[in-house]
């Protein structure tokens, strides 16, 4: 029995194989890296978040691109069966809120023994440090008859009549996702969505987001439009850094209309209290101000805004940082109604200075790859070339965080796996 190839040793491609061996087939993995799984012990912070408890249609909803082409593979390997069979290879697992699966210790590590281990006991062959370079087509057939890799710096060949491609995108460059089956892909003529950084975090200019570093807000409304048309709008939780901004929301946000940030002219607004109405806020600004008015401004609104957001809001606000501080003394019977009302608009829609994206380095995972059109849904297979499947990141599909990604790859892995095992029927 001639043995299957597996490009690349990330989570589809770690899954992938041990199906296959369970149904007794030969397998071996290849893996650039000096050891699999990478990515995957760094997902989830460490915590391997490793798949969403959802339904199908709470599935499809996250995907961000081509969730249409993914109905299948969902089908095969849906969630509570996947949560089914890493607890029966021995791993015991929980559901938090969001229904985000992890293992039960919280250790990503735990994921990756329980991958690791049982590729070993059923056989899979693993060759590290290898780096694919070439899938190899006979010339008349349009069918894969092998790869060719480098290894210790030599040149070798592995004749098989079947490879998956499981090299995940360009996200995480560190971990070893370099494109390479990308670039396989177009050297076949393939058709390749062009890739970007997808669940990633904004850039901003000036210093407005430097000042409040290590801030997070919660329950917070983050709207983005152009003109007047609203792209994004959406509550969650979001950060600001030393270069910008981050969290959920962001990461959410940098998904669904990522491909126009930096390219169009966008506005980015925070409503920093979206449950509370301007009426409303008006009424308690006014009662603070009207309670102390001798009191600085800047201590009389300390109870409605966090410490680090109220000096840059009062900036924004024209209340100028002058060397000697005077002006941030402003008393509070000297505001003006033009002022509060300044300050209730900053609230509703405080200003975003947003450049761009944050590069592939921070990126969880890439959006783009592989066109799902070149590729049969129900198995996996590349339409031009037989026995050729790609699976996982590698392909144009992506979703939110919570654990979509990585079922996209294990429901992808289990599909060309069923169909391989179908074929040889």
Known sequence: MERIVIVGGGAAGMFASILLAEAGRKVTVLERNEKTGK???????????FTNACTRDEFL???????????????????????????????????????????????????????????????????????????LISGDMHSVVGVHYEIDGKQRIFPTNTVIIATGGLSYPSTGSTGDGLT????????????????????????????????????????????????????GEMLFTHFGVSGPLVLTASAKIGGKIGKEELSFTVDLKPAVSVEELDQRMRGLLEESPTKALKNALAPMYPSSLLPVLLELAGVDRKENETDR?????????????????????????????RGYEEAVVTQGGVSVKEIDPKTMACKKYEGLYFIGEVLDLDALTGGYNLQIAWSTAAQAVAAILSQEE
Do not use: H
């Open 329 to 357: 003394d402003l008393r509070c019977a000297d505001v003006t109604r033009g002022l509060r009302e300044e300050l209730l608009r900053l609230t509703k829609a405080f200003p975003l200075p947003v450049t761009g994206l």
């Open 39 to 49: 990515k995957l012990y760094i997902t989830g912070k460490g915590r391997c978040n």
């Open 184 to 235: 396989f892909a177009k050297k076949l003529g393939l058709a390749v969505k062009d890739c970007r950084p997808s669940l990633v975090p904004f850039d901003c200019a000036g210093d407005i987001c430097r000042q409040m570093s290590g801030l997070a807000l919660k329950n917070v409304e983050l709207t983005v439009k152009k003109g007047k048309k609203v792209l994004f709008s959406e509550f």
């Open 61 to 135: 909803e996250a995907v961000v691109t081509n969730p249409r082409f993914l109905y299948s593979a969902f089908d095969r390997l849906p969630p509570a069966e996947l949560i089914e069979t890493f607890e029966k290879w021995g791993l015991k697992t929980k559901v938090e809120r969001g229904r985000r699966a992890f293992p039960a210790s919280d250790k990503s590590a735990d994921v990756l023994d329980m991958l690791r281990g049982r590729m070993k006991r059923l056989g899979v062959e693993v060759i590290t440090g290898a780096r694919v370079t070439e899938i």
